[in-house]
């Protein structure tokens, strides 16, 4: 019985740079627009990068009451914010009744890195007995899930996944597993992260990671393309609910789409570089797909990682070749990153939630800012516009430093 | 006077009430709705606008805002 729990996407919340809701980042990436800029956040002088993709116009107030804001770092209130959105668009209200049937379970990367870092700078001007107590509950990564179960009354188990980049993705995999054993009916699962601070992009920048293409902004994050020179790092939050299909048809939800697959694996490599084989990544989504019980052939659409970095790009197009072999030259393959930035412990929620748009709207959005793809990388990355297909199912990859790799397969919702 | 109007602006400005929520005789935690870390918090503040400092047992005779104005009057007379 509970094997064959199917699992359906029933609402989305998110903020992200292209905007303030799902609304705002589906027609910013339809529209090419790009969500980067200049850093305004700290001063950027002595930074090798001062672009980031920030979120704008962000007033935390209107989901949280001002008391509460000054108790949370901006990844919480990113996640407070997407999932308040993902409910009302879920029309989901959890009364008692199914409370203890609804799990949250958020990504983060980081956690509160910024609060992190002030926080040191009053110990050392004002010693240790100044330290706020809501510091720690402020900066722990698992309160992003717990602000949303406390202010939504979800009950069942709420958790954090904390993979790097693969975090998001990791958790929506794993949310489809809760509601597949059969311990839950609905979960709220996504990711979030704000790490757009001075000990971020510096340490991002250690990592020569990031672009410094800091005169064009808007051209920054390329993937695929042979100028590209590092990722782009952004903020915010992406939240989706996940409802088992008869528990979301007995109460007449609206279902965008299936959750169908899910595949997690390791390089077993490197603590930063993925394995140059690609085998890691490869696995994985033959899992993901395996896992939707469908086969390579039945995916028209894959939300790549795609980074914009020198090595993830050439690698993940190798992946894609050696999981879906001869199939990989039919794919339509973009990477969302180039319009929203790399939102790290989030970025696999966005991308889900993009992914999920397509095959909607069966439309695959673009990858800006490929004037010339690199060598080697010759699989239709859909440049620079968007384009009208039959999209029934696709995949979305999220490949995290220690090798950790998720992919996660959605599909046009059939009865 | 002076004390207790600069107590009265610390305490709406932390817990986020307004000047008319507080009376003499008014709890933080039943009136004002604050948990025991925004007791906390709110000593953090006291400590830091009259320059003194707060042991943990005296913050744990510290309920009411006429607690606190009393008590700070008599820490800021010594």
Redesign the interface.
């Known amino acids: 019985m509970t094997a064959n729990r199917r699992v359906v996407i029933t609402g989305m919340g998110s903020i992200s740079p292209l905007g303030l809701d799902v609304k705002s980042l589906w027609d910013g990436l339809l529209s090419g627009r790009s969500g980067i800029g200049l850093i305004t956040r700290f001063d950027t002088t002595d930074f090798a990068t001062k672009i980031a993709g920030e979120v704008k116009d962000f007033d935390p107030e209107k989901w949280i009451n001002k008391r509460e804001v000054r108790q949370m770092d901006r990844f919480i209130h990113f996640a407070v914010a997407a999932a308040d959105e993902a409910l009302k668009n879920a029309d989901l209200t959890i009364g008692d009744d199914i409370a203890e049937k609804v799990g949250t379970l958020v990504g983060v990367g980081l956690g509160g890195l910024e609060t992190i870092e002030n926080t040191k700078m009053v110990l050392e001007e004002k010693g240790p007995r100044r330290i706020s107590p809501y510091f720690i509950p402020g900066i722990i990564s698992n309160l992003a899930p717990g602000q949303i179960s406390i202010r939504y009354n979800a009950k069942g188990p709420s958790i954090t996944t904390t993979t790097a980049c693969s975090s998001a993705s990791h958790a929506l995999g794993d949310a489809l597993n809760w509601i597949r054993s059969g311990i839950v009916d609905v979960m709220i699962a996504g990711g979030a992260e704000s790490t757009i601070s001075p000990l971020g992009i510096g340490g991002f920048n250690a990592l020569k990671a990031l672009s410094t293409r800091n005169d064009s902004p808007e051209t920054a994050s390329r993937p695929f393309d042979r100028d590209r020179d590092g990722f782009i790092m952004s903020e915010g939050a992406g939240i989706l609910i996940l409802e088992e299909l008869e528990f979301a048809k007995k109460r007449g939800a609206r279902i965008y789409a299936e959750l169908t697959g899910y595949g997690a694996t390791a390089d077993a490599n490197h603590i930063t570089s993925p394995a140059p084989d690609g085998a890691g990544a490869i696995r994985c989504m033959q899992m993901a797909v395996r896992s939707a019980g469908i086969n390579v052939e039945d995916i028209q659409y894959i939300n790549a990682h795609g980074t914009s970095t020198p090595i993830n790009d050439p690698l993940e197009t190798l992946a894609i070749k050696g999981a879906f072999g001869d199939h990989a030259k039919k794919l339509a393959v973009s990477s969302t990153k180039s319009a929203t930035g790399h939102l790290l412990g989030a970025t696999g929620a966005i991308e889900a939630i993009a992914t999920v748009k397509a095959i909607e709207c069966q439309i695959a959005p673009p990858t800006l800012n490929l004037d010339n793809p690199e060598e080697g990388c010759d699989l239709d990355y859909v440049p620079k516009t968007p384009r009208e297909m039959k999209i029934d199912n696709a995949i979305s990859n999220s490949l995290g430093f220690g090798g950790t790799n998720a992919t996660i397969t959605i599909s046009k919702f059939k009865d | 006077m002076e004390i207790e109007n600069k107590v009265r602006e610390i305490v709406c400005q932390?817990?986020?009430v307004g000047a008319e929520q507080i009376k003499m005789e008014t709890s933080f935690v039943d009136d004002l709705g604050a948990d025991s870390?925004?007791v906390?918090?709110l000593v953090?503040a006291l400590?830091?606008a009259f320059d003194i400092?707060i042991p943990d047992e005296d913050t744990e005779t510290l309920s009411t805002f006429k607690d606190v104005v009393t008590y700070i009057n008599s820490k800021t007379s010594n």
């Open positions: 932390q817990l986020d870390l925004a906390v918090e953090l400590e830091e400092e």
